[in-house]
C-alpha cells in the first residue's frame, strides 16, 4: 500500500502498517513490526494486529519460544529465542554485541600489557 503525504513523497507500507498506525495515531517505528496474532495475513482486524520487535516477529514465525534477557551491554531488556539461550550474556543488537567484542578485545589486551610487564 503507498501512502502520499502532503510534500508529494510516498511511503510504501502494508496494510497491517497502516492500520497499526491508524490505531495508535503515529507513525510506526522502523524496529516495529506489525504481527498476525492469528498468523493469517488476510485477518487485518485491529485487534488482530500487535506489535512486535523483529526479533520477536522471526522467532514467533518459527515456532520458537522467546525468553527474556538483559543486554550487558545497554541494560536494554529484549527477547531473544530460546534456541540461542545457551549463549553468554548476549547483547539486544549487532551494536551492542560489537561493543561487547571491543570491551573483551580490550580487556585482553589490557592482560596481555599486565602480564608483559
Ligand atoms: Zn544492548
Not at 6 to 19: D, E, P, Q, S, V
Not at 73 to 83: D, I, M, P, T
Not at 94 to 105: I, P, T
Amino acid at each position: 500500500m503507498i501512502l502520499f503525504d502532503h510534500k508529494g513523497g510516498r511511503k510504501n507500507i502494508t496494510y497491517a502498517r497502516y492500520l497499526m498506525s491508524v490505531k495508535l495515531g503515529r507513525f510506526l517505528e522502523p524496529g516495529e513490526h506489525v504481527c498476525h496474532v492469528d498468523r493469517d495475513i488476510k485477518n487485518c482486524a485491529l485487534d488482530n494486529l500487535v506489535i512486535m520487535s523483529p526479533q520477536e516477529n522471526a522467532g514467533r514465525k518459527k515456532g520458537e519460544t522467546m525468553k527474556d534477557f538483559v543486554c550487558p551491554v545497554c541494560g536494554k531488556e529484549f527477547q531473544l529465542a530460546a534456541r540461542h539461550s545457551h549463549r553468554v550474556n548476549p547483547a539486544c543488537s549487532r551494536q551492542c554485541g560489537r561493543r561487547k567484542g571491543l570491551a573483551k578485545q580490550r580487556a585482553r589486551k589490557l592482560m596481555a600489557m599486565r602480564m608483559g610487564k
